[in-house]
């Protein structure tokens, strides 16, 4: 049977999974806690990682390769980029990239290191499967461009640099890294976010107003897919 990972960076992200969730055990493996749990007859494992791209690749690759996870759904918060995105919406990532990965001094472009690509492609039928369950809901979901980087982004100058040189949607902390383990390890993976802010000088007073509305957004939506996940 298909094992699912569902991961989050914070406690706040997994945390209305949990309550939902059914025959939850707590493992605890290489300094993180790991849940085994079902949902709607699906095999589970739920885990936060901590913020950022170290921490989450860790998470991922151990929900792989430990829990043998063979899909991997994100789910969390963002700060916004495109402007039709306003608190609360969602985000489904089509690709990611690595905003803060600079060798650019070696005429790369930002984001790009060789034997390595600047996006990732999300998985089309997980995608998909995120469609079908928005367009049952009244909440607003766009697909886009997510990018990554080891900075809480609270200025328009930052904001702009990623619009122009990766045409980003919404960033966050963790997507992309998440994304290079689950390619390398060839497992299909999706990510979804909540905007909890709008990544400008009001960032930090947004995401601390926001972010335990906009993550149960983003939770309930993955249990609503997961239902629908073979
Ligand atoms: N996650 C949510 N909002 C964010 C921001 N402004 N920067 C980085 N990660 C975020």
Do not use: W
């Not at 998470?59 to 980029?81: M, P, Y």
């Not at 034997?115 to 009244?138: C, N, P």
């Not at 949607?169 to 963790?174: F, V």
């Not at 972010?211 to 939770?219: E, F, L």
């Amino acid at each position: 049977m298909s094992k699912i990972a569902i991961m989050g960076a914070m406690p706040e992200e997994i945390a209305p999974l949990l309550e939902r969730v059914e025959n939850v055990k707590k493992i605890e493996y290489a300094n993180n806690s790991y849940y085994e749990a079902s949902y709607k007859g699906k095999a589970l494992v739920i885990a936060y990682s901590k913020i950022g791209k170290v921490f989450s690749s860790l998470t991922a690759s151990t929900l792989l390769e430990k829990f043998a996870c063979d899909k991997l759904l994100f789910s969390g918060v963002a700060g916004a980029i495109n402007p039709a995105l306003k608190i609360g919406d969602l985000i489904i990532a089509d690709k990611l990239c690595q905003h803060d990965l600079d060798i650019s001094i070696f005429g790369h472009d930002f984001g790009f290191v060789p034997e390595g690509s600047k996006f990732l492609e999300t998985d089309k039928h997980l995608r998909a499967i995120a469609k079908e369950v928005a367009k049952k809901s009244s909440l607003s979901l766009i697909e886009g461009t997510i990018a990554t980087g080891d900075q809480f982004v609270a200025s328009n100058e930052r904001k702009e640099f990623i619009s122009k040189n990766f045409e980003a949607d919404a960033l966050e902390m963790e997507g992309a890294s998440v994304a290079v383990v689950c390619d390398a390890l060839d497992v299909p993976f999706f990510i979804l976010r909540a905007i909890s802010d709008t990544a400008n000088d009001d960032a930090g007073v947004d995401f601390d107003e926001f972010m335990v509305s906009s993550a149960k957004i983003s939770a309930n939506f993955i249990l609503d897919m997961v239902e629908k996940i073979d």
